[in-house]
């Protein structure tokens, strides 16, 4: 499996940045399309943003677009999040996994496999 160890997260004021990267192993991980999830206090751990396996074909999820960019780099074995214009909303612990590939209908991908990391502690402030 593709095992990752996620970085980046902080506090952080609305309206500044943070860049959130996946750092990747297995002989694999070009194969997969990745994933970023988030899982706020109380709530179901969702999708936010996926990428497929040549970088060139997106997903995220209505309330992070124009705010959010996923980017991958094979070669680095990389996932990276950069979130700008954060917001209260947005805080949560983010998770990176393989997903499935994205679809040109627009539906979610979902997690390869069922286990997760310890994820990276993303806090917004108001």
Partial sequence: ???VV???G????????LRL????SGRTFSNYAMGW???APGKERVIVAAINWTGRVTYYIDSVK?????SRD???KTVVLQMNSLKPEDTAV???AAVTPIDSSGNAPSPVFSSWGQGTQVTVSS
Wanted: glycine share 16%; charged share 10%; hydrophobic share 30%.
């Fill in 1 to 3: 499996q593709v095992q």
């Fill in 10 to 17: 902080g506090l952080v004021q609305a309206g500044g940045s």
């Fill in 6 to 8: 996620e970085s980046g």
């Fill in 21 to 24: 990267s996946c750092a990747a």
């Fill in 66 to 70: 124009g705010r959010f960019t996923i």
């Fill in 37 to 39: 999830f988030r899982q």
């Fill in 94 to 96: 983010y998770y990176c």
């Fill in 74 to 76: 094979n070669a680095k």
